[in-house]
């Protein structure tokens, strides 16, 4: 039986690891053909120094039931996107799907760290990654998404509007970063709407991504032995659950009741009906707000 995503073209940026793997991957599971982009390749590695690549990715895409289609991208590189862009044009004539995931930073805040004191070159090459970028994909890739009415457009971040607007997140840099995101789903929710598109921001819960997984010194299939030491870390989630959002979200035809809004995996859930991959539906933010940051014991009992 075809996908619900059968014929659709996206394009994931910053597909190498965590949230767009898994976003890459649920949209493959759904019949689409995904580009993954990033700098990792099986030749050569970001700063990261990790193993994941794209080309990794794009096979997870393919096993999964899509097609997916590694192309090595600088996002910070004007023409680097621009040929990316090109290429998609040219095999496919359409792209229906843009996610911008690109991050990059996770090696360049410090927590708790107040600006004056913080390192001002890793500080504004976080910015760059985490926000310029995303303003260079979308400026090269929207007019091809916008020439079919239906496109989408997910801003990914960490935290709602909500979440972010009342909480100071790790630090002026980091702050700074993922509430730009959450603005960025917002203005280009006002310049897509009125020509047939759709953008929002999208934020995972406590994501047992593979750094995450490796600082708590575990592996996906035995995560819980870190509830330990971090006993809240029981309200994380995989980075599949997320990308079940992404694919719910592209098969919606209503797509554009939630333009311009921010939005999360939890929240999403029972709207759509999807689970993570062990059946549960977590809903982090809502727990963040309710348990954890009010000094409560971790119990997860009607959060997952």
Do not use: C
């Not at 760290?113 to 090269?140: C, F, M, N, Q, Y």
């Not at 809240?232 to 333009?259: K, M, Q």
């Not at 809502?286 to 409560?296: A, I, N, S």
Request: zero cysteines.
């Amino acid at each position: 039986m075809p996908g619900p995503l059968e014929g659709k073209v996206a394009l994931v940026a910053g597909a190498t690891r965590g949230a767009g793997r898994g976003i890459a991957v649920e949209l493959g599971a759904a019949g689409a053909t995904v580009y993954v982009s990033g700098r990792s390749t099986r030749a050569r590695r970001s700063e990261y120094d990790r193993p994941e690549t794209i080309e990794d990715t794009a096979d997870l895409v393919t096993a999964a039931g899509g097609r997916g289609i590694a192309v090595p991208t600088d996002h910070l590189e004007p023409t680097a996107v621009r040929a990316l862009v090109d290429r998609i044009d040219e095999e496919q004539g359409r792209l229906d799907v843009l996610v911008n995931d690109i991050w990059g930073g996770e090696h360049l805040f410090a927590w708790d760290t107040p600006v004056w004191e913080h390192d001002l070159d890793k500080g504004l090459r976080l910015l760059r990654l985490a926000v310029e970028t995303h303003a260079i994909t979308s400026h090269h890739a929207l007019p091809l998404l916008l020439r079919r009415p239906g496109g989408l457009v997910v801003e990914v971040t960490d935290g709602t509007t909500e979440y972010n607007r009342d909480t100071y997140r790790v630090s002026f840099f980091y702050d700074l970063a993922k509430s730009s995101v959450l603005r960025m789903a917002f203005a280009l929710g006002h310049e897509l709407g009125p020509r047939g598109a759709t953008a929002v921001a999208l934020t995972p819960g406590w994501l047992r991504s593979e750094i995450m997984l490796d600082q708590f010194g575990v592996r996906e299939e035995n995560w819980r032995d870190a509830l330990e030491r971090v006993p809240h870390f029981a309200i994380s989630e995989t980075p599949r659950y997320v990308g079940r959002a992404v694919a719910a979200l592209a098969a919606d035809p209503r797509v554009a009741r939630w333009n311009g809004q921010s939005l999360s995996s939890g929240g999403l859930a029972p709207v759509y009906g999807f689970t993570d991959l062990d059946g549960s539906r977590p809903d982090a933010w809502r727990y963040l707000v309710e348990v954890q940051d009010v000094g409560k014991p971790a119990d997860v009992s009607g959060y997952r």
